[in-house]
C-alpha cells in the first residue's frame, strides 16, 4: 500500500449557484462543507483536519471559527487555483502520518456577484519582483497571452486549434445543467470575440462566477463503511514554476515537472488515463497543460487537442463538467476539478458519464503562466 | 513629468533594486552578474540564487534586444492602464541573454512582431523614478 493509499476521497460536494449575491463566502463555504459531509456520510464533528485558501489574508482561521472546528491538523496553502489540489495531496500525506483522520477542504467564493476584476484587473502586490512588472501592465490574463504568443510563434498554434479548446468545454457544459453558459459556440464564434490581450479572445478566457465546494478527505480505514464508495488517491505532485533569472522558456510549464511524478507514483501510464480534469483558465492554459503533462509532444498541442480528442467519446475526455470556460471559476477553480473526477470515477455524471471511468488525472495550475506559476497533478482511480 | 498625474503603479524601491532604478534615471540599462561564479541575472536580487554569493557585479547593457513575445492589452481596469489601451506588454531578450518584462512603444501595437529589433528607451515617469521602455531600431 502506497503513502497516498492509506487516504481516500470520501465525500465531495460542488455549490450549485452560479449567482449568489444573496449570500456570503462564508455561507457557501458553509453549504458546501455540510454537502461534502452527507456525501461521505460524516458530520461536521467528525472533522480534524482542516485546508482552505483563498477566503481571506487568515481565511483558515476565520473560516475555522465560522464553522467552529478545532482542527489538529490544517494547511492553508495558497498557490493560486491549484491550491486545492495540493490540499488533497497534503491532507492525503497528513493522514497518512497519523496527524488527523478525516480532513474538510472548503472554497467558497463571491466572485462575481462582488464584481471582481479576477483576470483584468492589474496587478498591484508589493513582492520584490512586482515592481519589475507592474509598472508594465501585466494582469492574470494577459501573463498567460504572453505564453500563447510565443507558443504559436514557435510552433505554428493557431487561434482556430486554442478556439476548439473552448468550443469542446461548451458542448460538454451543454450536459451539465449547473454550467453557467450552455449554449453550443463555435470556433467562428471564439475568433469573433474581442480580442482581450492578443492573441486571446473573450471566448479563450474562462468566465467568472460565485460558487464553491468541499472535498472530504479521511483513513482508508474510516472510509470502510461510509456512504459512498471511496475514491483512491493513486499518485501526486507539486511543482513551481518562475522566471528563472529571466532564461525560462515561457512554453515551460510546472506541469512538466509534477506530471511524470504523479503518473509515476499511481504506476499508471498516459493511455491509462480515462478523464482529464485540467485547468482551463484559458485555452492555452489546456493547451500547454497537455503537453507538459506529456500527453503529447511539445509544439504538437495544437494538432492533439482538434478532431475531438478532448470531447467525450474522444480519446481523451476533457473537462467534462465544461470547465472554467464555461461551466464555473469563482476566482480559484482548483477543487472543481476534483469534484468531477470523484464524481465521473463514482459513475454519477448522467448525459456526461465517461464510460468505464476508472483512472482520472487532475491538474491545477495556479498563478500567472508568463510570470510565477503553481502546478499540481492528482491520480486518482476507483 | 507631473508626478501626481501619473496613476501607473511606480516601483517600491528597494535595498536589493535600487541599482537598477538608480541605473535607469542616468539613462543606464543594467544587469546583474555574480562576481563569484559568473552568472547573469534579471531581475536583481543582493544573492546570487546559482551560489548564494553576495559578491554583485552590474554590467552595463548595450540596450539592444529583440522582441521574445508580447501581448497588446485591449482590457486592464487598472487606474492609469485603462487610459492608456492598447499598450504592448512585452518580454525582450536582451542580448547579455536575459530577458525582462517592458512596454513597447514608439510604434502602432498591431507592428510589434516577436524577432523585432528594439532598443531602450527612457521615460520619467515621475522625479523620482525613470521606466525603461522599447522602440523598434
Known amino acids: 500500500m502506497s503513502l497516498l493509499d492509506r487516504a481516500v476521497i470520501a465525500g465531495v460536494y460542488e455549490h450549485p449557484t452560479r449567482w449568489a449575491p444573496d449570500k456570503t463566502q462564508y455561507q457557501i463555504c458553509a453549504e458546501a462543507a455540510r454537502g461534502a459531509l452527507a456525501d461521505a456520510g460524516l458530520t461536521i464533528g467528525d472533522v480534524d483536519g482542516f485546508l482552505t485558501a483563498g477566503v481571506g489574508p487568515i481565511g483558515i482561521m476565520t473560516l475555522a471559527e465560522h464553522l467552529n472546528l478545532t482542527p489538529r491538523f490544517h494547511d492553508a496553502t495558497n498557490i493560486g487555483g491549484s491550491s486545492f489540489v495540493a490540499h488533497v495531496l497534503h491532507a492525503a500525506a497528513a493522514i497518512a502520518a497519523g496527524l488527523c483522520e478525516t480532513a474538510l477542504i472548503v472554497y467558497g467564493s463571491t466572485a462575481s456577484s462582488e464584481r471582481f476584476a479576477v483576470g483584468t484587473g492589474g496587478l498591484t502586490s508589493g513582492d520584490p519582483p512586482d515592481q519589475f512588472e507592474v509598472p508594465f501592465g501585466p494582469t492574470v490574463l494577459n501573463a498567460y497571452a504572453l505564453a500563447a504568443q510565443r507558443h504559436m510563434h514557435e510552433f505554428g498554434t493557431t487561434a482556430e486549434q486554442l478556439a476548439e479548446i473552448a468550443v469542446t468545454m461548451r458542448r460538454h457544459a451543454g450536459l451539465n445543467p449547473r454550467a453557467k453558459y450552455r449554449d453550443p459556440i463555435t470556433v467562428a464564434d471564439v475568433l469573433a470575440s474581442r480580442v482581450v490581450s492578443s492573441p486571446l479572445h473573450l471566448l479563450d478566457c474562462c468566465i467568472i462566477s460565485d460558487g464553491g465546494g468541499a472535498i472530504v478527505v479521511t483513513s482508508a480505514e474510516r472510509a470502510r463503511d461510509l456512504a459512498k464508495a471511496p475514491v483512491r488517491i493513486l499518485g501526486g505532485s507539486e511543482s513551481l514554476c518562475h522566471t528563472a533569472m529571466g532564461r525560462r522558456d515561457l512554453t515551460d510549464m510546472a506541469a512538466k515537472a509534477s506530471g511524470p511524478r504523479a503518473l509515476a507514483m499511481a504506476g499508471v501510464d498516459h493511455a491509462d488515463i480515462d478523464l482529464c480534469m485540467l485547468y482551463d483558465s484559458f485555452t492555452i492554459t489546456v493547451l500547454l497543460t497537455l503537453e507538459n503533462l506529456g500527453f503529447c509532444a511539445k509544439g504538437e498541442g495544437g494538432a492533439f487537442v482538434q478532431n475531438g480528442r478532448l470531447g467525450l467519446g474522444g480519446a481523451l475526455p476533457t473537462n467534462t463538467d465544461g470547465g472554467g470556460l464555461s461551466s464555473n471559476h469563482p476566482g480559484m477553480r482548483g477543487i472543481f476539478l476534483v469534484i468531477e473526477a470523484v464524481r465521473q470515477l463514482r459513475g454519477e455524471c448522467g448525459p456526461r458519464q465517461v464510460a468505464d471511468c476508472a483512472i482520472a488525472l487532475c491538474h491545477g495550475t495556479g498563478g500567472m503562466l508568463g510570470l510565477r506559476h503553481s502546478g499540481v497533478t492528482l491520480v486518482l482511480g476507483r | ?137
Not at chain 2, 6 to 20: Q, T, V
Not at chain 2, 83 to 103: F, I, Q, T
Open chain 2, 1 to 137: 513629468m507631473a508626478d501626481a498625474k501619473y496613476a501607473k503603479p511606480l516601483p517600491r524601491i528597494d535595498e536589493e533594486s535600487k541599482g537598477f532604478w538608480e541605473a535607469c534615471q542616468r539613462r543606464e540599462l543594467v544587469i546583474q552578474r555574480c562576481a563569484a561564479c559568473g552568472a547573469l541575472r534579471h531581475y536583481p536580487r543582493a544573492l546570487c540564487p546559482t551560489c548564494l554569493s553576495d559578491a554583485v557585479e552590474w554590467v552595463r547593457c548595450s540596450g539592444r534586444g529583440t522582441v521574445y513575445t508580447f501581448t497588446v492589452t485591449h482590457q486592464n481596469q487598472a487606474p492609469g492602464f485603462r487610459d492608456a489601451l492598447p499598450y504592448v506588454l512585452a518580454y525582450v531578450e536582451l542580448e547579455e541573454g536575459v530577458r525582462l518584462l517592458a512596454n513597447i512603444v514608439g510604434c502602432a501595437p498591431e507592428a510589434v512582431r516577436i524577432g523585432m529589433a528594439v532598443q531602450v528607451a527612457f521615460e520619467d515617469a515621475t522625479a523620482a523614478v525613470t521606466l525603461p521602455t522599447f522602440a523598434p531600431v
